[in-house]
């Protein structure tokens, strides 16, 4: 059996027929990008706390490079995601 999916993308409008295996795939593919996303979301959420926590601290010049390298990289997240992922590490 075939399921219809209508996609956009800019001004074009297509119509794709997909089997039912297929969407099972894209399915099953589709939940484990989910979990990843929430698993490198509490991974940022604790390097973050971590950040935080180091401030202040006399650290070697190695260890300094990567904190700050860590920390743009935080900096850069859109704060709606950062607020989840510290929000999922605090969970656990």
Same mark, same amino acid.
């Given at each position: 059996?075939?399921?219809?999916?209508?996609?956009?993308?800019?001004?074009?409008?297509?119509?794709?027929?997909?089997?039912?295996?297929?969407?099972?795939?894209?399915?099953?593919?589709?939940?484990?990008?989910?979990? @990843?996303?929430?698993? /490198?979301k *509490?991974?940022?959420?604790? #390097?973050? !706390?971590?950040?935080? %926590? +180091? @401030?202040?601290?006399? /650290?070697? *010049?190695?260890?300094?490079? #990567?904190? !700050?390298?860590?920390? %743009? +990289?935080?900096d850069?997240?859109?704060?709606?995601?950062?607020?989840?992922a510290l929000?999922?590490?605090?969970?656990?």
């Open positions: 059996m075939n399921n219809i999916v209508m996609t956009k993308a800019g001004n074009e409008t297509r119509f794709v027929a997909f089997q039912e295996n297929e969407i099972a795939m894209l399915r099953t593919e589709l939940e484990m990008m989910l979990e @990843e996303d929430t698993r /490198l *509490k991974i940022v959420g604790a #390097a973050a !706390l971590f950040i935080s %926590r +180091l @401030e202040g601290e006399v /650290l070697p *010049k190695g260890t300094v490079v #990567a904190g !700050l390298a860590l920390a %743009r +990289l935080i850069e997240m859109p704060d709606d995601t950062m607020c989840e929000q999922l590490y605090q969970a656990n």
